[in-house]
């Protein structure tokens, strides 16, 4: 039997002493040098995600769904005639308050004190018919006495105006409701 000092001892079979950085990982497959089409056409690079190959596949196809899904339901749900642009002056002379009509289309009210507003339970006017509108370039006086929940000694009132939209099957909606708050 031969005696083998420790600097001569045999490495067992299979065993690898190289550095750790050389060494082979396992599971870890080694990539070409554009690995799944990294760049592009022109030589840029490409957006490249840190996912295994299928993976990556899997990801760009969910996006492309994604994308073209989004893009079906915003065309979809596109509203031609969505919101309408404009405004509402809104000037206080006691003991009335002067509404004048600046876009494009006719403008429905509902006016209230502003305290009163915390308690009151309301909804738009839908139907044209039954609304008085306000036209284009039209001014329309709202005494005081006409504002919903006022009393003598109300400082505010919030004017809440909107434009009708077509709905389905001939109704109407507003297409946003929004505010104006005044002193009186």
Known sequence: MIALREAERCALAGTDYRPLLLRRRASRPQLKRDPLGAHDSAGRLAFVTPLRSGRVYAYRNLMKRSFLTLLALSLACANPTGLIGGRLTVRAVPPILDLTNQSPAPVYVFTVERRAAAY???????DPSRCAGITLGQTTSVPYTHIAGYAPGAREAIVYWWH??????STFRPDSIRAVVVGL
Not at 164 to 169: E, K, P, R, V
Request: proline share 8%; glycine share 8%; net charge negative.
């Open 120 to 126: 009151t339970d309301w909804a738009p006017c839908t």
């Open 164 to 169: 009708l939209i077509a709905g389905a099957q």
